[in-house]
């Protein structure tokens, strides 16, 4: 399996969506802060994210890809193709029915995920009005995901991972646009988001008529194989989508404290980059190629993609998380403090991001351990944990909530993921379908020595680069991309020295070998 290679593919996209991204919160944090407004923006915006997430990139491709891909292997395109015409007519009529439902039952729906907004009618109706414009979104999202789907299964992962991008232009262009004021902001962005849909849409149907793929739209049919794939989706969105589901909990008690949705929002921005390039990346190149090799019987081989997926993921993510864990506060003032961002979030926001960071490794975890379920078809049983890991949630948001105040919902969400990631790497290991090596557990050690190494290097190094910074503009945005600089070098560095990687393995690896 190429899985560095795809990966990277992946993740090189993602990162440049995800650079935008950041780029798009400094705008946001300058104009919005972390005021009402940008609460009920905020609360509006991660309803259809969250579907667009869960069902239409989580469930609905973890579902489909194994299925697609199946039948182009036993049947050929045309059958396949044949069922991705049924899967889309499917989808897009669910969708739409539940985007309908939503668009009528939004006051009823925003009570119940941002009940502290209740108290307040004014910043109530304006999450209303965000929450009723954003929603077309997931309509288009879910056609995006579906003709993904069909590249990803192909093995062309280029236009898939290309289009959320459009999301983060589109937001920079509404933001660059000067709104007079942050109301008139967040209502452009609103549409921005709903606008931005067609746009990634629009990539991944290309995508598919470049790869030779025409798929027109038709009446729904519930065939066989479209029933299977239903009955695959609804569990499936569980497992998949449990972290976001897990934040909408969360984000229900955040709205009963005043500024802690954005902080916690803008927390989950800045860990959100190294999962989505890390994790969601490995996820999504892993499953195809697994699913193939479960369905030829090459169980070893699969173990094989596992371990090799848990090593470049861990040796991708640990200096991210460290580096979030350590310096929390620097990375957020570097970013986002300035304009309506003011001391007070800063210093609010680090404290969720720190809490996050100790959970990044589990959230990424996730990601490669699911596809082993998903690839055997096997959607329940990730279904289970995620229904224990989001009990624990709920359970662990209501007492230290009540403790803690908006740090206690990051520390459930953190403990709620961890829990996940440990049911799923250990039934895979009782079934013995993920078997980590003694070769894999020392690079393991050794890559996590290099992240302490890593971790000490940037807190040393940190007070004496501000000092030689000084007063300069933008110092502490310079503060914060030197240290990540020189926090990589360091990690890189130490990596090779013991041995957590080598020059030749990812030589080989970049070239598919």
């Not at 993602?14 to 009402?36: Q, W």
Request: glycine share 8%.
């Amino acid at each position: 399996m190429k899985l560095l290679k795809n990966s990277l593919v992946i993740g090189g996209f993602t990162l440049i969506s995800r650079v935008l991204g950041l780029v798009r919160d400094l705008f946001m944090a300058a104009i919005l802060g972390a005021g009402p407004v940008a609460d009920a923006f905020f609360a509006a915006f991660r309803l259809p994210n969250l579907f667009r997430r869960v069902f239409a990139e989580g469930a609905f491709n973890s579902a489909f890809v194994p299925l697609y891909a199946g039948k182009l292997e036993a049947e050929g395109e045309e059958a396949a193709d044949a069922f991705a015409r049924e899967a889309l007519a499917t989808l897009l009529t669910i969708v739409l029915a539940l985007v309908l439902v939503f668009e009528l039952s939004m006051p009823f729906v925003m009570s119940v995920i941002a009940t502290g907004f209740l108290e307040k009618p004014d910043l109530f109706a304006k999450a209303v009005l965000y929450g009723q414009i954003t929603m077309p979104y997931i309509l288009f999202m879910s056609m995006t995901a579906m003709f993904g789907g069909v590249l990803n299964a192909r093995h062309k992962f280029a236009a898939a991972a290309a289009a959320p991008v459009m999301l983060n232009v589109v937001l920079i262009a509404v933001l660059l646009s000067r709104p007079a004021d942050a109301q008139t902001a967040a209502l452009h962005l609103s549409f921005g988001v709903a606008g931005s849909g067609i746009l990634q849409a629009a990539v991944v149907i290309w995508g598919c008529r470049m790869a030779g793929v025409r798929l027109g739209l038709s009446l729904p049919r519930l065939s066989q194989s479209v029933r299977r794939l239903l009955w695959l989706t609804v569990p499936g969105a569980i497992s998949a989508g449990v972290v976001q589901i897990n934040l909408v909990v969360g984000q229900r008690f955040a709205s009963m404290q005043e500024h802690a949705i954005s902080w916690l929002q803008y927390a989950d921005r800045l860990y959100q980059m190294p999962l989505g390039m890390v994790g969601i990346a490995m996820g999504v190149a892993l499953l195809p190629g697994l699913t193939r090799q479960v369905r030829s019987g090459d169980e070893a081989g699969a173990r094989e993609a596992l371990n090799e997926a848990l090593q470049l993921s861990t040796a991708f993510t640990l200096p991210a998380a460290v580096a979030l864990l350590v310096l929390p506060q620097l990375f957020v003032e570097g970013l986002f403090m300035r304009g309506a961002f003011g001391q007070e979030d800063a210093i609010n926001t680090a404290a969720a991001l720190r809490i996050y960071a100790i959970g990044l490794p589990s959230f990424i975890l996730i990601k490669v351990f699911a596809p082993a379920f998903f690839a055997r078809e096997d959607t329940k049983t990730p279904m289970i944990f995620a229904a224990m890991s989001m009990l624990l949630n709920v359970i662990l948001c209501a007492v230290l909530f009540s403790l803690m105040g908006f740090v206690g919902l990051a520390l459930a969400t953190t403990l709620a993921g961890w829990l996940n990631a440990v049911l799923l790497g250990g039934h895979l290991w009782v079934h013995k379908r993920f078997t980590p090596t003694r070769a894999v557990a020392s690079r393991l050690l050794r890559l996590i020595g290099a992240a302490g190494i890593m971790g000490g290097v940037i807190v040393f190094s940190a007070p004496p680069l501000r000092q030689l910074l000084g007063d300069l503009p933008w110092a502490a945005f310079w503060l914060a991309i030197l240290v990540a600089a020189l926090g990589m070098l360091a990690y890189g560095a130490s990596a090779l020295i013991l041995g957590g990687v080598s020059r030749r393995e990812m030589k080989a690896a970049l070239r598919g070998k």
